[in-house]
């Protein structure tokens, strides 16, 4: 059983000093390996995290010919965001942007119910940390052996063993980066251009900079990107009451802290071994109470209950509880859980509305899109016949998987006859125009009418487009101009 080392030690201290100044050194951490129900659970959170982060990009989704046919690609050169059968343009921005706060929304819901099981257990710097450490113990290991050799003059076996492990989280972190490129090009093409040399500059830099950022955050960084970067932990405590769910030791129970005596001895259950500390990733003593520096992992649960079963004392003197419980715990009483409270009532009131709203939105997205932009100049031009020529950009929005034909016509403008620069198409009050799938057709149309019912040079004209196969319509409204001594004074 081991109590708090000197280097512990001398890291409370500095932590205390820091309270005293503004800036102190980093006091290296040592977690020391864990068994037990939470640490079996975090690993299999962390293969499931790795296996979707890493495999997704390969999953292969068919939306006909012509399409992109990976799952999530995020298509930068095309505009388009492809999430299995859904298909965003960059004027669904607005969808992203709700997803967004449905994941901000879920996030206070699940903090005020359980606590930062984000941090401790699927945010990507928890994930990786914890697998570059899993790397770091199997070549270097354990704690003590770590602090040893570290605390000893180096060696070629240390030389050995440190360029081994870097290189290792070297080699992850490059797989990281090179996954997460993957999502933004077709991952077997990217794949293929990347190796022959034939890839994109892009491609190269980016890769290069997820390998940097995933092997300094994860490798060099780790606890401290929890408790200096992330500005997480400073409003998490807005979403936690009385009754949400974190990682506790039980004052009650483990104090005052019996050093060295027995089970059934006068004190507390606490043994005061350190080892709760010692497997803290982020080196903190969870026996203080909550601090910002816990990202509620749990490891010390399963350090402190190797420790009980040792000592002959019940398990689970560090718990998931509540404050509510605890307090009436420590009266001889207990409270039960309450899932529904004010805020997470909030919490699942606003995020079921959101997933409505946006279920419906989506649901009712339109699959086709007009807008139309009036010429700057000339801005009209006056024919022989003294009728007036306005000149227009209409663009057609197919989202479609196939080709699409659509009817143009106008209305707020008696006797307008349409006519389509750029394939030749009328004089006509209709025209039929073809857009390819998955694009925007863009069409240069003149309009030509009478000079009449213009107010100060200017009139309303609309532009209706149908889709010929659907029906589904969609509307714009532009301006019709003459002469500025047009129309009635
Ligand atoms: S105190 Fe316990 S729950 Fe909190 S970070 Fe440390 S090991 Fe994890
Ligand atoms: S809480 Fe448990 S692990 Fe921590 S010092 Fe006390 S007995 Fe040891």
């Known amino acids: ?34 068994q037990g129900p939470v640490r079996r659970f975090k690993w299999a959170v962390l293969i499931f995290c790795l296996t979707l982060y890493y495999v997704m990009p390969w999953i292969r989704w068919d939306r006909g010919p012509n399409q992109a046919n990976q799952a999530i690609l995020l298509d930068m050169a095309h505009e388009r965001f492809y999430l299995f059968n859904l298909v965003f343009w960059p004027q669904d921005i607005y969808y992203l942007a709700g997803l967004l706060i449905m994941g901000a929304v879920t996030l206070f819901l699940v903090t005020s119910l359980v606590g930062r099981v984000w941090c401790g257990y699927t945010c990507p710097q928890t994930v990786w940390t914890d697998l570059f450490m899993w790397v770091e113990r199997r070549i270097e290991g354990d704690r003590n052996e770590r602090m040893k050799r570290d605390a000893a003059d180096v060696t070629l076996d240390t030389v050995w063993r440190k360029v081994s492990k870097h290189l290792v989280w070297l080699f992850i972190a490059f797989w990281t980066g090179g996954a997460w490129i993957m999502y933004y090009a077709d991952a077997p093409t990217v794949t293929v251009q990347f190796w022959t040399g034939t890839a994109a500059i892009e491609v190269y830099f980016f890769t290069a900079l997820f390998t940097a950022t995933t092997y300094l955050l994860a490798g060099w960084a780790r606890e401290q990107v929890c408790t200096y970067m992330c500005p997480w932990p400073r409003f998490q405590a807005a979403m936690l009451d009385e009754h949400s769910l974190t990682v506790t030791y039980q004052n009650w129970r483990g104090e005052p802290r019996s050093r060295g005596k027995r089970s059934g001895s006068a004190g507390g259950d606490c043994v005061d071994c350190g080892a709760c500390v010692t497997a803290c990733p982020t080196g903190i003593d969870i026996r203080d109470g909550i601090q910002l520096e816990c990202i509620n992992c749990g490891l010390c649960i399963d350090a402190c209950n190797h420790v009980m079963a040792r000592t002959g004392r019940p398990s689970w003197l560090i718990t998931w509880d509540t404050l509510a419980d605890q307090t009436a715990k420590a009266a001889g009483t207990h409270t039960k859980f309450r899932f529904f409270r004010p805020r997470t009532i909030i919490y699942l009131t606003a995020l079921v509305m959101i997933a409505l709203t946006m279920v419906v939105a989506v649901a009712m997205r339109p699959g086709i899109g007009l ?18 020529r306005n000149g227009y950009v209409v663009k057609i929005v197919n989202k479609a998987a196939e080709p699409v034909t659509f009817e143009v016509k106008t209305s707020g403008l008696p006797g307008a006859e349409l006519t389509e620069t750029n394939e030749g198409l009328g004089p006509t009050t209709t025209l039929v125009l073809p857009v390819a799938a998955d694009s925007v057709g863009t069409f240069h149309v003149f309009v030509t009418a009478a000079p009449t019912g213009l107010v100060d040079g200017t009139r309303n004209i609309d532009f209706h487009l149908r889709d010929m196969t659907t029906g589904e319509e969609a509307n714009y409204r532009s301006a019709f101009m003459g002469p500025a001594n047009t129309g009635p004074r």
């Open 371 to 388: 807008s139309v932009l009036h010429d700057r100049a000339p801005l009209f031009v006056r024919l022989p016949d003294g009728n007036l």
């Open 1 to 34: 059983m081991s109590r708090i080392s000197k280097v512990d030690r001398e890291r409370q201290i500095q932590q205390e000093e820091a309270g005293q100044h503004l800036y102190a050194n980093r006091v290296k951490v040592y977690p020391k390996s864990v």
